[in-house]
């Protein structure tokens, strides 16, 4: 997936691991706070949940900057402000 995006992929993809792995020690820490495994069940959930949301916008966001699903990620249902004619141009 990193090959064919663009060149901040590769930044976002150590981003991600770095989340991945700052998950990973609180994790660790939440386990030997009180050795309950599934405090530290609860934490890579959160952590793994947070990064496949994410992953799963980037993807959509992806495809629909290369045109692939209808519109534009510009064209976000006229919220945008028109720039292309003069701010009293009553066209």
């Known amino acids: 997936m990193l090959s064919e995006a663009g060149p ?23 386990y030997r706070y009180n050795l309950d ?16 949301l994410w992953g799963l916008l980037l993807a959509r966001w992806s ?11 510009d064209s976000a249902g006229g919220a945008l402000e028109d720039r292309s004619r003069p701010r009293g141009d009553p066209r």
Do not use: D, N, Y
């Open 63 to 73: 495809r629909r900057s290369r045109g692939g699903a209808g519109r534009s990620p």
């Open 8 to 30: 901040g992929a590769r930044g976002i993809g150590l981003i991600m691991l770095a989340v991945l792995a700052w998950g990973g020690l609180l994790a660790l820490g939440a």
């Open 37 to 52: 495994p599934r405090k530290a069940v609860i934490v890579l959930g959160c952590v793994g949940t947070f990064l496949g």
